[in-house]
């Protein structure tokens, strides 16, 4: 008998998410579908089952959402954290509020959500089911990168967090399972850019670099890239691909820990810890030096 999930999503509005709100209804699954304004409920797929403003670094938004879902005469079986994004820059420039509004979100809300919903998954997993909780990390989440180094960060956090958290859930019947994509196609780094002030860019030492990478990071996912581009679009995922990994361990009588997802997820990770930092540093840097 196929496993059906009554799934809760953070950040269902857009890419990923939107693409696991949209997926999972279509199976069969019970999806509750949640955005951080009102505004953007409308983007959510219309196949969900309920839609909920939830802003997760407000815990007041997050107890009302949960207490919809009850009043709705659902039990929850699921967590998605999917909600985050991206602050690229220079470690140097990127100031302290950018800095802790990255850990505010990806960091910080993912957990203070993840905390609000587990008295209601132990409530399904003591009736004898299992519950899980997915989380979407990174392969940034096991290595780092040029001008990636705040969100890659906030990433290595989710990824100690929920390591740590699935242990101390074994008992409990409460599965953790870690999302780790690589390059993925969707509007993600575009709006990743828009986080970075345009004078970053006139910046005597990280200015020429920054331009390369913002330059690589748009042309990616243009319908024909060159260069460094061309190679990163091909190595490239889909939101789908990411939705299925998530459908597998939804689906899953013994969910997996860690579903990379992409061929660069599988092996640039590993390419991090075998080569020589010397050569790491090299390949990693010399991409964005012209």
């Known amino acids: 008998m196929a496993i059906r999930q ?169 599965d953790v399972a870690l999302i780790q994509p690589g390059w993925i196609t969707t509007q993600f780094l575009k709006t990743a850019v828009t986080h970075a002030p345009e004078q970053w860019l006139d910046h005597a030492i990280y200015g020429p670099p920054l331009r390369t990478y913002f330059s690589v990071t748009a042309e990616a996912e243009t319908d024909k890239p060159t260069g460094a581009a061309k190679m990163a679009a091909a190595l490239a995922g889909t939101p789908q691909d990411v939705a299925l990994a998530v459908m597998q361990a939804l689906e899953s009588a013994r969910p997996k820990a860690h579903y990379p997802v992409t061929a660069m997820a599988r092996w640039m990770p590993r390419m991090a810890r075998m080569l020589p930092s010397r050569w790491w540093d090299k390949m990693q840097t010399e991409q964005f030096s012209n």
């Open 6 to 174: 009554t799934l809760l999503i953070t950040g269902a509005s857009s890419g990923i998410g939107k693409e696991i709100a949209s997926m999972a209804a279509a199976r069969g699954h019970t999806v509750i579908a949640s955005a951080p304004t009102t505004a953007l409920l409308t983007d959510i797929p219309d196949n969900a089952s309920l839609k909920l403003r939830l802003d997760i670094c407000d815990h007041e938004s997050i107890a009302q959402a949960l207490l919809q879902i009850d009043q709705a005469g659902m039990q929850l079986t699921c967590l998605v954290n999917n909600a985050g994004y991206a602050q690229p820059g220079p470690i140097e420039l990127v100031d302290d509020k950018r800095l802790r509004q990255q850990f505010e979100v990806n960091v910080f809300g993912t957990l203070a959500m993840t905390r609000a919903a587990l008295p209601r998954l132990r409530a399904h997993a003591s009736a004898g089911h299992h519950s899980l909780i997915v989380t979407l990390s990174s392969m940034l989440g096991l290595m780092s990168s040029p001008y990636q180094g705040v969100y890659a960060a906030s990433k290595h956090a989710l990824e100690g967090a929920f390591n740590a958290l699935r242990m101390e859930l074994r008992t409990q019947h409460i």
